[in-house]
């Protein structure tokens, strides 16, 4: 099964100066615990985001309306920071791995931990052959239902 980490804090750092000897080993336990990750087959992608300030938001209003926000944004409690996608056998692994994420020294926050919807979850919405169809391509490689 795959799931999406979704990397939260409630007051992530500025990025804008030279990293703190904290924040280099910060950084050095992650890229160890992604070596980890790796050699259990379980890393597929992961990658950090860059401060609300730079984001973008379009709002759909559910009428076929939209509405282009830039950041920051400030009403938001929490800010999504990074991402990580894994293959686990079950939630329980996923949850396993995830308590072992290192820490960003100073940084509260949590992780989102979600299953992706894969072919057979959505038989509903496919016919049979389309679910025995191999996806070819990239779609079939990042195994994108």
């Given at each position: 099964?795959?799931?999406?980490?979704?990397?939260?804090?409630?007051?992530?750092?500025?990025?804008?100066?030279?990293?703190?000897?904290e924040m280099l080993e910060a950084f050095a336990a992650?890229?160890?615990?992604?070596?980890?990750?790796?050699?259990?087959?379980v890393f597929v992608a992961a990658a950090g985001l860059?401060?609300?300030?730079?984001?973008?938001?379009?709002?759909?209003?559910?009428?076929?309306?939209?509405?282009?926000?830039?950041?920051?944004?400030?009403?938001?409690?929490?800010?999504?920071?990074?991402?990580?996608?894994?293959?686990?056998?079950?939630?329980?692994?996923?949850?396993?791995?995830?308590?072992?994420?290192?820490?960003?020294?100073?940084?509260?926050?949590?992780?989102?931990?979600?299953?992706?919807?894969?072919?057979?979850?959505?038989?509903?919405?496919?016919?049979?052959?389309?679910?025995?169809?191999?996806?070819?391509?990239?779609?079939?490689?990042?195994?994108?239902?």
């Open positions: 099964m795959r799931v999406m980490l979704f990397h939260k804090s409630y007051d992530a750092p500025a990025m804008d100066g030279p990293p703190s000897p992650m890229d160890r615990f992604t070596e980890e990750l790796t050699a259990a087959g860059k401060n609300n300030e730079q984001g973008r938001r379009i709002i759909f209003d559910g009428q076929g309306r939209r509405a282009i926000v830039d950041g920051p944004f400030t009403e938001s409690k929490e800010v999504v920071v990074g991402f990580s996608i894994w293959e686990v056998k079950d939630m329980d692994e996923a949850m396993a791995w995830a308590a072992r994420t290192p820490e960003m020294p100073g940084m509260k926050g949590e992780l989102e931990i979600r299953p992706f919807y894969e072919a057979e979850d959505l038989a509903d919405f496919m016919t049979p052959e389309d679910l025995a169809a191999p996806r070819d391509g990239e779609r079939g490689k990042l195994g994108v239902a």
